[in-house]
């Protein structure tokens, strides 16, 4: 296996549109050729991690979840388990949660506790304020988020500053293209390319499961150390996303990519 190269300058340098929009990677080359999808998916990690550390933040990957009491057992809340991608550390993001049925029903009485890994939200919790900024979709009801959290694996993340044992003000990373470009000395062509959408850096979007929200501008993150957190409830459950069948993966090095679209600049 060859040593890994760095990747965004490069793409950038040919004129393709590299951006990170709610948590997504997406490239558009210059040539108008699509990007392999085995390729992508082999150096989607290190090109995110790249534009992460141009930018000077701390990307990280969603690893799982708890749902349980936290803070001594004072409260009932989620657990919301990260990774650096720059250094492999753990990152944690607590959210408050309702632990307990609010109606009886033929699963069980109002007021019960809910099956291990379940939760209830409502719309002025910040979790569910998290989630409407993924872009993901809500589930019909706001007791089954814990049947949609392996979606959280397909982006990337920021955390904000530390509040106590919290990391606080968890959202999809955002990079548009200019701002890449500006972060690596790149120069923009008068003539590049910039989506017809109304999207605040005039950015071109993709998003999984084929949804498409408004994009966000990048804020202002603070960098953050490595923290933990106390949880007396439910084991950590770590989703695996889809299960299809696995498409193979060909044997193309970075170089081989780049010289293949280089042709047609």
Same mark, same amino acid.
């Given at each position: 296996?060859?040593?890994?190269?760095?990747?965004?300058?490069?793409?950038?340098?040919?004129?393709?549109?590299? =951006?990170?929009? *709610?948590?997504?990677? %997406?490239?558009?080359? $210059?040539? /108008?050729? +699509?990007? &392999? !999808?085995?390729?992508?998916?082999?150096?989607?990690?290190?090109?995110?991690?790249?534009?992460?550390?141009?930018?000077?933040?701390?990307?990280?990957?969603?690893?799982?979840?708890?749902?349980g009491?936290?803070?001594?057992?004072?409260?009932?809340?989620?657990?919301l388990?990260?990774?650096?991608?720059?250094?492999?550390?753990?990152?944690?993001?607590?959210?408050?949660? =309702?632990?307990? *049925?609010?109606?009886? %029903?033929?699963?069980? $009485?109002? /007021?019960? +506790?809910? &099956? !291990?890994?379940?939760?209830?939200?409502?719309?002025?919790?910040?979790?569910?304020?998290?989630?409407?900024?993924?872009?993901?979709?809500?589930?019909?009801?706001?007791?089954?988020f814990?049947?949609?959290?392996?979606?959280?694996?397909?982006?990337?993340?920021?955390?904000?500053?530390?509040?106590?044992?919290?990391?606080?003000?968890?959202?999809?990373?955002?990079?548009?293209?200019?701002?890449?470009?500006?972060?690596?000395?790149?120069?923009?062509?008068?003539?590049?390319r910039?989506?017809?959408?109304?999207?605040p850096?005039?950015?071109?979007?993709?998003?999984?499961?084929?949804?498409?929200?408004q994009?966000?501008?990048?804020?202002?993150?603070?960098?953050?150390?490595?923290?933990?957190?106390?949880?007396?409830?439910?084991?950590?459950?770590?989703?695996?996303?889809?299960?299809?069948?696995?498409t193979?993966?060909?044997?193309?090095?970075?170089?081989?990519?780049?010289?293949?679209?280089?042709?047609?600049?």
């Open positions: 296996m060859e040593p890994s190269k760095p990747l965004l300058a490069s793409l950038l340098a040919r004129g393709d549109v590299v =951006e990170v929009v *709610r948590g997504v990677l %997406t490239i558009a080359p $210059a040539s /108008g050729r +699509p990007v &392999p !999808p085995e390729w992508l998916q082999q150096n989607r990690h290190q090109i995110t991690a790249e534009a992460a550390r141009a930018a000077g933040v701390d990307a990280l990957e969603y690893v799982g979840y708890s749902a009491k936290f803070g001594g057992g004072r409260y009932a809340g989620l657990d388990q990260f990774r650096s991608m720059a250094d492999g550390s753990d990152r944690h993001g607590l959210f408050n949660a =309702e632990l307990h *049925r609010d109606r009886t %029903t033929k699963h069980g $009485a109002k /007021g019960s +506790p809910l &099956p !291990p890994g379940q939760f209830r939200v409502r719309q002025g919790h910040k979790f569910y304020k998290f989630w409407v900024s993924t872009g993901l979709p809500i589930p019909r009801r706001l007791s089954a814990h049947d949609y959290m392996g979606k959280l694996r397909n982006l990337v993340f920021i955390g904000g500053a530390i509040e106590g044992e919290r990391m606080a003000d968890v959202r999809p990373l955002s990079l548009s293209h200019p701002t890449l470009c500006h972060l690596l000395g790149v120069e923009l062509p008068d003539n590049s910039t989506s017809s959408g109304q999207l850096d005039n950015i071109r979007t993709s998003y999984p499961d084929k949804e498409s929200p994009s966000q501008q990048l804020q202002g993150i603070e960098h953050h150390p490595s923290h933990g957190a106390q949880s007396h409830g439910n084991k950590v459950i770590r989703e695996r996303g889809n299960k299809g069948t696995p193979p993966i060909q044997e193309q090095t970075n170089s081989e990519w780049l010289s293949e679209f280089a042709g047609a600049h």
